[in-house]
Structure formats: structure tokens, C-alpha cells
């Protein structure tokens, strides 16, 4: 049988498909529709230090080949997560990343020794799209410094593996990246939503009562593929590739790219069975193709173009 399993620094996925963050819930909700425990692993919902009630309505749009949404990290907060969440995850088996924010380096931190108090953390992934309160708003993803500064924090608190989620946003996403891997990084997520807008004319009124939200889904997807590649090329640690993927298609370019694994997103809200189905979608492949997925990796890298 070919094989499906990758590893992403020192964390081992059985197979390269995970959810992304803010899109599969805390994975319980829809335990029915897709089982969490046969993913390589699940992103939880943004976690804050403190529960979060998010943007007023209208939070969600649909829009040529995506959606745009200002949900505003709306979340039970760790301490819920950790109580109430986690333990149910741990029964069932599932590889847990838990994504998180804040809006100063301490939230980071703070969020951090929370998990660590407790089993069933595979690796944090931090959202440093986030506003730094301390430094006049600007988003951590965006200035090399700021990312570095968090990464360093939260390093100091988590030793397991730690991934940062790039804003694609950033004036210099390859620096912003770099910098996290020089303060200890194991591995770098790309890319996050890119800031949209939609009016309805009928009404003459924006579509998202926050004015813009994050434009994510398949429109995304050839940006994200193209910023994978650049990070691959440019970094030691492995690149998780997140942008429009909702077929195995997708999902193996990203990993041809070099990609070592790659997140579900917005097709979750469509069909909540779709990272399932890009799983089986890359072993039949793997299988016609007489591979393994490791085999894959990076396979497009060494190829001329068509």
C-alpha cells in the first residue's frame, strides 16, 4: 500500500490534509459529517486568552470563486477549549493544532501556558494577523521585528512544534517568515485571507457590516500556490500550503510546490466531507500513480514547465 504519511519537522501526520483554522470549528461539530481522527490533524477556531463575541452581522459573503468574512475571531476562549473541547479531541485520537491570537506579545504568551498545562497539543500555530495594541496596531505578520518578537515569546513558553501563519498582506512575507524560522519556528503556514470588499447595489450599502473581510476560496488559490512556492525556496523549515484547496488536485499542487502539508478551508463551509474526500482523492492517486506522497513533494520544483 502506498503510503500517505508525512512529516512536518518533528510531527508526524498520517496523512498531509489538515483543516484550517476558523473553518471546521473546534473539531466536534460535524464529528458526524467528517471524522477529525482521519485527517492528518485539525487547526482549532482562533483561541484568545478571553472569550470573544466577534463583528456584528453581516459577517459572511459569497463572491465570484470564494467568500469574504469579518467573523472578528469570535471563540469560547482557551480556558473553555482547553476543559470542555480538548478532552473530547484527546478521546477521539485527533491531531490537534491549536491556532491562536492576541493583541500584544503577552496574550501570546499567556495563551501559550495554558496549552502547555495541558496533553493533547500536537504544535501551536500562531495568527499573527492580529493588531500589536503595544505598537500602534500594526499586525504582527506584517513587520519581520514584530513576528520575531511573538515567535521568541511564545518559543520560550512552548517547547512543541510551532508554526506561524503568514499574513499575505506583509510587505515582505519571505523576511516576515524568515524571521520567525531565526526565532524558532518549525514550520510556516501560507498563506491567511487577503482583505476584500463587496456592495450590493441594489441597496447601495456594503455587503459585511465591517466594511472589508477576508476573501478566501478558490479565487485565493493561485496567489497562495505562487507565495508556497517562493517560501519553499527561500526557507529550511517546512511550508504548510493553505489558499483554495477543496480537490486533491488542489491539494497536490500545493504539495508538487513543496508544500508538506496542506489545509481545508473554505470548502468546509460548502461540504464539511471535503477534507475527507481530498484524502482519498491523493491515495487513489498516490495508487494509480504507484507513489508515495513523500515521493511528491517538491516533485514540480525539478521539473521544466509544460
Not at 2 to 24: D, H, I, Q
Not at 63 to 89: E, K, Q, S, W, Y
Not at 228 to 256: K, N
Request: with cysteine; aromatic share 4%; charged share 20%.
Amino acid at each position: 500500500m502506498t503510503s500517505l504519511a508525512v512529516r512536518v519537522g518533528s510531527l508526524e501526520l498520517k496523512n498531509p490534509v489538515l483543516t484550517a483554522s476558523g473553518c471546521f470549528g473546534y473539531g466536534v461539530e460535524v464529528e458526524d459529517l467528517c471524522r477529525a481522527a482521519d485527517l492528518g490533524g485539525i487547526c482549532t477556531k482562533g483561541l484568545s486568552l478571553s472569550p470573544r463575541p466577534g463583528n456584528p452581522p453581516a459577517r459572511i459573503c459569497e463572491t465570484p470563486a470564494g467568500m469574504l468574512n469579518a467573523i472578528g475571531l469570535a471563540n469560547i476562549g482557551v480556558d473553555a477549549f482547553c476543559h470542555d473541547r480538548l478532552p473530547l479531541l484527546r478521546e477521539r485520537g485527533v491531531t490537534v493544532i491549536a491556532n491562536i491570537f492576541g493583541t500584544s506579545v503577552g496574550d501570546f504568551k499567556q495563551i501559550a501556558q495554558k496549552l502547555a498545562d495541558h496533553e493533547g497539543i500536537a504544535a501551536i500555530e500562531l495568527n499573527v494577523s492580529c493588531p500589536n495594541v503595544s505598537k500602534g496596531g500594526i499586525e504582527f505578520g506584517r513587520d519581520p521585528r514584530l513576528a520575531a518578537e511573538v515567535t521568541k515569546a511564545v518559543r520560550s513558553i512552548w517547547q512543541g512544534p510551532l508554526w506561524v501563519k503568514m499574513s499575505p498582506e506583509a510587505g515582505d512575507i519571505v523576511g516576515v517568515a524568515r524571521a520567525s524560522e531565526a526565532e524558532g519556528a518549525d514550520a510556516i503556514t501560507a498563506i491567511n485571507t487577503v482583505r476584500g470588499m463587496s456592495i450590493d447595489t441594489s441597496k447601495a450599502a456594503q455587503r459585511i457590516a465591517n466594511g472589508t473581510g477576508g476573501l478566501s476560496g478558490p479565487a485565493l488559490r493561485p496567489i497562495a500556490l505562487r507565495i508556497v512556492w517562493e517560501l519553499v525556496g527561500a526557507l529550511r523549515i517546512p511550508v504548510i500550503g493553505i489558499g483554495g484547496i477543496g480537490t486533491a488536485d488542489d491539494a497536490l499542487q500545493f504539495l508538487m510546490a513543496g508544500a508538506r502539508a496542506v489545509q481545508i478551508g473554505t470548502a468546509c463551509f460548502m461540504d464539511p466531507t471535503a477534507p475527507k474526500r481530498v484524502v482519498d482523492g491523493i491515495r487513489e492517486f498516490c495508487r494509480l500513480n504507484e507513489v508515495s506522497v513523500s515521493s511528491l513533494i517538491g516533485s514540480a520544483r525539478s521539473s521544466p514547465p509544460c
